[in-house]
Structures are given as C-alpha cells and as structure tokens.
C-alpha cells in the first residue's frame, strides 16, 4: 500500500492546539497500519484576508473582515476546502476532504479509489 498523509489546515489558534496534540511524543501500539502515515500541519492564517476577499468578491457580501468572521451563516475554516490549492504541495495531485467533525467508522479505500476513477475518466473534479 501506499503511504498516507493528512493534511490539516488550521488558523493560528487550531494551530497551536493541534502541534500540541499531534506532534507530541505519541505512540501508537494497539493499532496495526498496512501503510506508514505522515501528518502535515498548516497554520492558514495568513491566507485568510486574501481568502475572505475572494469570497467576498465572488459572493456579493459587503462585509468587513473580522476576528471569526461568518460569511452565510459558516465560518472561515467552512470554507477552507475551496482553498486548499493555495496551501497543499503541488505534489498532491487527489484530495478527500474530511470535516473535522466527521467520524470514520470504515475504510475509506472505495472512496479513494472511485475518486481516481473520476479522474482518469473526466479529470480533476470537486465532490464531498
């Protein structure tokens, strides 16, 4: 198999936290992988004015910037999705987005692999 690698974009708060969390001395010992697994961290904040202004822009909201800002009703990391081309490797040629509150109960091995049937049948696409 192939190896794994979670990408997480976070704002500076979520950032901190989750360095904190994931890059900790953490071993696992009562699960076996068929893969090894990396996890990256982005601190996002940085991008999120240029972020808010595209959205704005191309939605019509005539809104300021501010601190948790919710543009219909979601926040700025609801959005993140739409701008992980801005922040992710160029090496990462498929995706499968995961909101933070989703639970895992099986193997997502079909989902990755009907992703790439897509691709190679219409190229790169957006779905979740």
Same mark, same amino acid.
């Given at each position: 198999k192939n190896p794994l690698t979670i990408h997480i974009m976070a704002d500076r708060m979520a950032y901190k936290g989750l360095q904190e969390i994931v890059f900790a001395n953490l071993t696992i010992t009562d699960i076996r992988l068929p893969t090894s697994i990396a996890i990256r961290l982005y601190n996002v904040q940085g991008f999120e004015q240029k972020w808010d202004s595209t959205i704005r822009?191309?939605?019509? %909201?005539?809104?300021?910037? %501010?601190?948790? *800002?919710? *543009?219909?009703?979601?926040?700025?990391?609801?959005?993140?999705? *739409?701008?992980?081309?801005? %922040? *992710?490797?160029?090496t990462v040629e498929t995706v499968v987005y995961l909101d933070s509150d989703v639970v895992i109960m099986a193997n997502l091995e079909n989902v990755w692999t009907q992703q790439q049937e897509i691709e190679r049948e219409r190229g790169p696409v957006l779905f979740y």
């Open positions: 822009k191309r939605t019509a %909201v005539a809104t300021t910037m %501010v601190k948790r *800002l919710r *543009l219909y009703g979601h926040t700025m990391g609801t959005w993140y999705r *739409l701008f992980a081309a801005d %922040v *992710l490797p160029p």
